[in-house]
């Protein structure tokens, strides 16, 4: 496993930019996956966006495409959320996830690492 920090969570307006990060350590980052999950108020835990250990391929939930974008650093061990356009429903804790096997890549189960998550919260 590799071990997730993520960072870069806060309190922003509806309309305004947020950058996530996710930084990972203890195992060779550039051979897992990534993704980005969130979980709103009690609600279950949902994809948002995955990349590629390449950074070749990214996917996106339709409520973030157009809006987010999804892009890793692998010589610095770091993914990145950019986050425009935020929305109050985009009011969520932010887990970065990896894995470095198959599976869909939509299940929160297809993840073995885990980041503790960060707090966004936008205000209409």
């Known amino acids: 496993q590799v071990q997730l920090v993520e960072s870069g969570g806060g309190l922003v307006q509806a309309g305004g930019s947020l950058r996530l990060s996710c930084a990972a350590s203890?195992?060779?980052?550039?051979?897992?996956?990534m993704a980005w999950f969130r979980q709103p108020p009690g609600k279950d835990r949902e994809f948002v966006a995955a990349?590629?250990?390449?950074?070749?391929?990214?996917y996106y939930a339709d409520s973030v495409k157009r809006r987010f974008t999804l892009s890793r650093d692998n010589a610095k061990n770091t993914g990145f959320l950019q986050m425009n356009s935020l929305k109050p429903e985009d009011t969520a804790v932010y887990y970065c996830?990896?894995?470095?096997?198959?599976?869909?890549?939509?299940?929160?189960?297809?993840?073995?690492?885990w980041g503790q998550g960060t707090q966004v919260t936008v205000s209409a």
């Open positions: 996830a990896a894995r470095r096997g198959g599976g869909n890549m939509y299940l929160v189960t297809s993840y073995d690492s």
């Open positions: 203890g195992r060779t980052f550039s051979y897992y996956a």
């Open positions: 990349i590629a250990w390449s950074g070749g391929y990214s």
